[in-house]
């Protein structure tokens, strides 16, 4: 399974992540899992809504902007967080398709965090490091 860390150093107003995944499905379910965690306690979000989505995109670090950017589009426009999330994801042509498990954010029961309003491109990388998948993502809150 895929992990991250917050970066404290490289955004004052913003929230960096780096983000490892032993593949490309583990690495956007991770990025999936970061930006989840960084809105809401995962725990105090219901499972009871399901979505798939599929995306596509002319390159692959293109591909994991607009899945984060989806993420953040269905917080914004039906309130909805997805802590859980299977992915399949191909390099080549760059596509998604991935299940997303979760709930409303219901106020009087979620732990709210912070309110990413986008993904930015500020030192935004995507790469193949040995065996595996390395990202760094900022997100404006």
Same mark, same amino acid.
């Given at each position: 399974?895929?992990?991250?860390?917050?970066?404290?150093?490289?955004a004052?107003?913003?929230?960096?992540?780096?983000?490892?995944?032993?593949?490309?499905?583990?690495?956007?379910?991770?990025?999936?899992?970061?930006?989840?965690?960084?809105?809401?306690?995962?725990?105090?979000?219901?499972?009871?809504?399901?979505?798939?989505?599929?995306?596509?995109?002319?390159?692959?670090?293109?591909?994991l902007h607009?899945?984060?950017?989806?993420? &953040?589009?269905?917080?914004?426009?039906?309130?909805?967080?997805?802590?859980?999330?299977?992915?399949?994801?191909a390099?080549?042509?760059?596509?998604?398709?991935?299940?997303? @498990?979760?709930?409303?954010?219901?106020?009087?029961?979620?732990?709210?965090?912070?309110?990413?309003?986008? @993904?930015?491109?500020?030192?935004?990388?995507?790469?193949?490091?040995?065996?595996?998948?390395?990202?760094?993502?900022?997100?404006? &809150?």
């Open positions: 399974m895929g992990s991250w860390d917050v970066l404290d150093n490289i004052l107003a913003d929230c960096a992540f780096e983000i490892h995944g032993c593949d490309l499905d583990d690495l956007f379910a991770t990025a999936a899992r970061a930006l989840a965690d960084l809105m809401v306690d995962p725990e105090t979000v219901a499972r009871d809504i399901e979505r798939t989505v599929r995306l596509d995109a002319p390159a692959l670090d293109l591909l607009d899945w984060m950017s989806e993420l &953040i589009f269905l917080k914004d426009s039906e309130q909805l967080i997805f802590p859980d999330i299977f992915v399949s994801a390099a080549g042509p760059p596509r998604l398709t991935a299940r997303l @498990v979760g709930g409303r954010l219901d106020r009087s029961r979620a732990v709210l965090r912070a309110d990413p309003k986008a @993904v930015t491109f500020h030192q935004f990388a995507l790469e193949r490091r040995g065996a595996g998948w390395y990202a760094r993502v900022v997100i404006d &809150i």
